[in-house]
């Protein structure tokens, strides 16, 4: 069973709408697209395991994708997490291409691509990390002693996994999408007898995913960038860059005379993603170019959000499930 969906992550959010907003200009836009870039490939390998994670038996497994939990005064983040009455498995996911070489003596990642080698940190050591941190926050909150499993999986059908030969045990940690159901069931075979009863299953999934907290950082502090650097109104889907205009409750755009009644959604969007979840008439007119508060005030009330305040004084909250 899912218990928590997967999701498009809120960074990936937050990003593609920084880069809707930023002139194409911008000093610090081609590191903003790579570090979107590799995010969206993260996010695409992530998604790989849910096809074979959907043959597992649905009573018997609970599935958390995209876990964020406190762990003391830290944070810890968990591609997929699976609970079971024997275990809970921590599975992390790589899309790396090309052949990926695991170097026990030195704790690195080794990927070798059009004949150029990267480096990159051991995921081993992330996830027994994690084993570690996800022990503790088991304990702060008073779960039985359930054993902690990992696996990282590339994701990359094609990438080629090696390592040196005494560590040949290697393929019990690291191993590829379509193998994962039949690893879970090895695991599951290797434990004699459930650790937790069905009623102290549930209430371990219970707590788990009320103590999910989503990260709530500003992307444009993350990246030092203010608000006057973006790019204002509402963006033409179709131009790709071109602003439109309001006209009689209409949006037109007078380069390719596309005409929308909602267009302002999008911009909405974005203003959620990369500002904040509050807005008032005043800084709708200011973000969406727009001087007329009778308009404003129209796109706010055909949005049906909740505000507080009065008059001039009110705030509304914007929300998008996406």
């Not at 006209?247 to 959620?272: G, P, V």
Request: aromatic fraction near 10%; include cysteine.
């Amino acid at each position: 069973m899912i218990v928590k969906q997967r999701k498009v992550p809120l960074t990936i959010l937050k990003l593609r709408a920084l880069v809707r907003r930023l002139p194409p200009n911008h000093p610090k836009i081609s590191s903003i697209m790579n570090d979107l870039n590799k995010r969206e490939a993260g996010y695409k390998g992530e998604k790989s395991i849910d096809f074979p994670l959907s043959f597992l038996d649905s009573k018997r497994y609970f599935i958390f994708h995209d876990l964020r939990l406190q762990e003391q005064s830290r944070f810890f983040q968990l591609d997929t997490l699976l609970i079971s009455k024997k275990f809970a498995l921590i599975i992390e996911v790589k899309n790396i291409a090309g052949m990926i070489y695991f170097d026990s003596h030195f704790n690195q990642l080794i990927r070798t691509k059009d004949g150029k080698e990267t480096a990159f940190p051991d995921p081993l050591i992330q996830v027994s990390r994690q084993e570690s941190q996800l022990k503790n926050w088991f304990l702060k909150n008073g779960f039985p002693s359930l054993p902690i499993l990992s696996l990282v999986v590339i994701s990359n059908p094609q990438t080629i996994i090696r390592t040196s030969p005494e560590n040949r045990k290697l393929h019990y940690k690291v191993i590829h999408p379509d193998v994962l159901p039949s690893r879970i069931n090895v695991m599951e075979d290797s434990i004699t007898g459930s650790i937790l009863g069905e009623k102290d299953l549930k209430k371990v999934v219970r707590i788990i995913n009320k103590h999910h907290i989503e990260a709530a950082s500003s992307i444009l502090e993350r990246y030092n960038l203010t608000e006057e650097e973006l790019i204002k109104g509402v963006i033409c889907e179709n131009c790709k860059g071109n602003q439109l205009f309001r006209r009689h409750s209409t949006w037109f755009c007078n380069q390719c005379q596309l005409f929308s009644k909602d267009a302002h959604i999008q911009a909405l969007r974005d203003y959620f993603y990369l500002i904040g979840s509050t807005i008032t008439n005043r800084q709708l007119r200011d973000f969406l170019n727009i001087s007329s508060s009778s308009s404003a005030t129209r796109i706010l009330q055909s949005l049906n959000l909740t505000g507080r305040g009065a008059n001039k004084g009110r705030v509304y909250s914007l929300f998008f499930n996406e």
